[in-house]
């Protein structure tokens, strides 16, 4: 396995004082960053206060814990609430008959009621609604997420391969049944315990950056079996195609935490066939976690 660039690190021999500074500090970044995760994750309306995840038809429906009743058709979806009822929507107060139009694919809008906030959402072409409320115990309860210590012997260098088109790829979700679709620009190819390997690469939440989701060995036994998500930096210009894969850096995605996300599976071929055993462990939500 490839070591971090941190200067001072050695493969062999003893360590300096300038082994244990760059150590230390590479572990306070990790952890300051860790710590702004769990606290994103835990966050007034973050993914720990979803109470519900609920698949709109053509049959106006009640949601528990929200006004309304909700539906959706060729005009997108549409809530009918009662005569003291209201929602803010974009800062405006609506009631009555509101219509949120067509919800693209993996968009959403959100509609407040009180401290509550209603995601309106399209997944898998299927239009949905997933309320989040502050007070939900799970919110409530949650103490962090359990990690291995970081390492920098999991920080490895790769290259990034693009395609010549990027490939549309599709993916099975959390979700029984769901489905999503992404291009999939590229793959980053690199070594570990001595052996080639490669993951298919979608595009990244901020500009410049892929995301990668993975299983490993581990996946099921100290990781949450489903998926990882790791976020990589594109080469800039003029830099080759080297890429760092920091894998203490690994995350759980929201359906580590909760059954009301619909999060998107990792494509076959990015299933390793070794044990990466740096990043978020199985959140205690779910189960023991070494």
Avoid at 99 to 128: C, M, N, Q, S, Y
Avoid at 210 to 215: A, G, N, Q
Wanted: glycine residues 12%; contains cysteine.
């Amino acid at each position: 396995m490839s070591v971090s660039d941190v200067p001072g690190t050695r493969t062999t021999g003893g360590l300096t004082a300038e082994d244990l500074s760059a150590q230390e500090e590479f572990a306070a970044r990790w952890e300051a960053w860790h710590r702004e995760r769990d606290a994103r994750l835990a966050s007034e309306h973050g993914w720990l206060t979803l109470t519900g995840l609920h698949w709109l038809s053509g049959e106006p429906q009640s949601v528990p814990g929200v006004p309304g009743l909700w539906s959706t058709g060729p005009e997108g979806v549409v809530v009918e609430l009662g005569a003291e009822e209201e929602l803010v929507v974009g800062g405006v107060p609506v009631g009555g008959r509101h219509l949120f139009g067509v919800v693209p694919e993996r968009g959403g809008v959100d509609a407040v009621w009180g401290d509550t906030v209603i995601e309106v959402a399209k997944r898998g072409g299927h239009d949905v609604i997933r309320p989040r409320h502050p007070g939900h115990p799970l919110r409530a309860a949650f103490t962090g997420t359990p990690a291995y210590a970081p390492d920098a012997r999991w920080v490895v260098t790769g290259r990034y391969e693009p395609f010549d088109v990027p490939r549309p790829t599709t993916v099975g979700a959390s979700v029984e049944g769901l489905r999503h679709v992404y291009d999939a620009p590229g793959r980053v190819v690199f070594r570990l315990d001595g052996r080639e390997l490669s993951l298919t690469a979608f595009n990244g939440h901020e500009p410049g950056t892929l995301t990668v989701l993975f299983t490993d060995a581990t996946s099921g036994v100290t990781t949450y079996a489903a998926n990882r998500a790791l976020t990589v930096e594109l080469p800039g210009e003029g830099g080759g195609d080297a890429v760092v894969l920091d894998f203490n850096r690994a995350v759980n995605l929201p359906c580590a935490y909760t059954d009301f996300a619909t999060c998107p599976l990792p494509p076959a071929e990015n299933r390793l066939p070794v044990a990466v055993e740096a990043g978020e462990l199985i959140p205690r939500e779910r189960g023991r976690a070494v």
